[in-house]
């Protein structure tokens, strides 16, 4: 570990940080020399990739486990780092879920969940942290959005695409709000990424056998294209040709094609 003080080091704070992006990001940041505070749910998970961080990398890992469903946590989790007498210098909003059983059949409380996680958490977290870094002149925030924000919600997951999208502009609105105060606002916009994210929401099988192999990225990739795209203070980065290809032709297409192709890929998911 550094022997710099503390306060002298850069420090990200990476959310859902126990898994898949949010793990392929904390090594990335990690590799790169930052301190990070690493904070999701479960928290023998966080612990053991702080172990091995600190003992790859030489860094100082803080473990917060926290859930961002309650609105209180965002609070929280910034009076916990201060409290440990560290600023922020990154945020990278990366916690997320899906629920893919149909509007109508999840309770709302899980709809709920959703919303203060993926979209009510990450912009309070970049209002409470963003007024540090223009005072320091330094900043950096990335917004794991989706590909998915670019297109017509499928059908039976109806909130995670919008919930993106509404991602995507809110980054690029900040990212022009603070490009000329040093601080680097991206969204990151992948497609299809190995993760155990598919697995949680019990769609592996399903999305497996209606995607061909090669849309699909690895998350170390999709993290270090996140990374690189944040330092060059890009405001949107969509990682790989197919996903850039994608993104594209969804912008110019007319909005009732997309919604058709909405449909036949919630048909090919047994979705509709």
């Known amino acids: 570990m550094s022997d710099a003080d503390p306060a002298d080091r850069r420090l990200a704070l990476i959310t859902g940080a126990s898994a898949g992006i949010g793990q392929a990001l904390a090594r990335v940041y990690a590799e790169h020399g930052w301190d990070l505070v690493l904070t999701a ?22 473990v917060i486990p926290e859930d961002l469903a309650d609105p209180a946590a965002p609070e929280r989790l910034v009076a916990a780092i201060e409290g440990r007498g560290r600023t922020v210098d990154a945020l990278i909003n990366n916690a997320g879920f899906s629920r893919t059983e149909g509007f109508q059949s ?5 709809h709920h969940a959703m919303l203060q996680v993926m979209l009510t958490a990450p912009v309070e977290l970049a209002h409470r942290l963003s007024p540090g870094m223009v005072d320091r002149h330094f900043g950096r ?52 990424t190995w993760s155990e994210f598919h697995d949680v929401n019990g769609q592996r099988q399903q999305i497996a056998h209606a995607t061909p192999e090669w849309v699909w990225m690895g998350a170390d990739e999709v993290a270090r294209a996140g990374y690189e795209a944040s330092e060059a203070n890009r405001a949107i980065c969509v990682p790989g040709a197919p996903n850039k290809l994608a993104s594209a032709i969804m912008k110019v297409l007319p909005d009732d094609w997309t919604l058709a192709l909405a449909a036949r890929h919630g048909e090919r998911l047994g979705r509709l």
């Open 41 to 62: 749910r479960r928290a023998d998970r966080l612990e053991a990739l702080a172990d091995e961080l600190k003992l790859r990398a030489g860094i100082e890992t803080i």
């Open 106 to 110: 999840v309770p709302w409380e899980q």
């Open 141 to 192: 925030i990335l917004n794991v959005a989706s590909l998915a924000g670019y297109s017509p919600a499928t059908g039976g997951d109806t909130l995670y695409g919008p919930i993106k999208s509404f991602l995507i502009k809110a980054s690029a609105g900040l990212h022009l709000e603070l490009r000329d105060k040093e601080v680097h606002v991206t969204a990151l916009c992948p497609g299809y």
